[in-house]
Nanobody, 123 residues
Framework: EVQLVESGGGLVQAGGSLRLSCAAS????????IGWFRQAPGKEREGVSC????????YYADSVKGRFTISSDNAKNTVYLQMNSLKPEDTAVYYC????????????????WGQGTQVTVSS
């Protein structure tokens, strides 16, 4: 059974840091890209970052570039999203997703999704 489980969300003050984890199982991890997406109430889901598990290439949305870092631990089938210098506008439910050769941060390209973890940044 394919499963993606996010963890690490919570409440943090503006300027603080948080690290999200996405633990994957049930598929060949090295053959997939893993992406992070987020959705705030009343807004569309947007791509945040993604990483290729095979070659380690990464992609970031402009809104998080320079503040967030995505990484992959293939031995643990886990992808991380290190979030620094957090802003209130980063508040959202964050989802990880897996895809086979996706178009970077296009949600419909991703086959499997986690349940999401809430990130709240206070001012």
């Amino acid at each position: 059974e394919v499963q993606l489980v996010e963890s690490g969300g919570g409440l943090v003050q503006a300027g603080g840091s948080l690290r999200l984890s996405c633990a994957a199982s049930g598929f060949t991890f090295d053959d997939y890209a893993i992406g992070w997406f987020r959705q705030a109430p009343g807004k569309e889901r947007e791509g945040v970052s993604c990483i290729s598990s095979s070659d380690g290439s990464t992609y970031y949305a402009d809104s998080v570039k320079g503040r967030f870092t995505i990484s992959s631990d293939n031995a643990k089938n886990t992808v991380y999203l290190q979030m620094n210098s957090l802003k209130p506008e980063d508040t959202a439910v964050y989802y990880c997703a897996a895809a086979d050769s996706p178009l970077e941060l296009v949600p419909l390209e991703y086959d499997y999704w986690g349940q999401g973890t809430q990130v709240t940044v206070s001012s």
